[in-house]
């Protein structure tokens, strides 16, 4: 990759470490990640995704160009129907209930609203900007951790949603799009966006690893 997406990726390269090698990560690649503190991390993720899935329809809405929108809709295609159904049936494998939902702790809120102000009103590279650490971080944590997979099958599983070509193909033509979209007066706004997300992405497993402890420190 070139261009704006791999100066971001460059540029943050300290932060997005801490993200794909976070403590929570390494346990799922080994498999020693107890099961409670997994659903508690998929009882949080789904209401994330939903509105992950709201920041990506606001960014294809904000859109005229027909390869953006194309881009887009596989993007929301990804997220609305395979990650959501996949993390309800990870949630009840591990004993959660989808009857009732939990509310979103203040990580969890923070970063949503994050992704829906950036994509509402930042104009396409910067909503770009918002939406790739978390799909691009996923690819590579996804990567990486198949090379040893663990023996537990939830695990197994999980891994094997971000380490096929398919995703792999997304992230390639999302950072694309980005590269594509942004300008020289895109720059500095693009930098702060994709910086701001990538911090919520280590605040994000750092949450769900402590169960929600972080939160309330």
Known sequence: MSGESQRLRERGAAQWAAAVAHPMVAEIGAGTLPH????????????????????????????????????????????????????????????????????????????????????????????????????WSYGEIGRHLARSLPDDPVYRDWIAMFAGDGYDDLVVASTELLDAACTAGDQASTADTFDRSTRYEIAFWQMAYTRGESDRA
């Open 36 to 135: 409670a503190t997994f659903r508690f991390y998929f009882e949080q993720n789904l209401p994330y995704l939903r509105e992950y899935a709201r920041a990506i329809a606001f960014t294809a809405a904000g859109t005229s160009d027909r390869g953006a929108v194309s881009v887009l809709a596989r993007f929301l295609s990804q997220i609305a129907d395979a990650e959501i159904p996949a993390n309800e049936a990870f949630l009840e494998r591990l004993g959660g209930s989808l009857a009732e939902p939990a509310v979103m702790l203040p990580t969890t809120y923070a970063y949503t609203r994050h992704l829906l102000d950036a994509t509402r009103r930042g104009g396409l590279a910067v909503a770009l900007a918002a939406l790739l650490p978390c799909q």
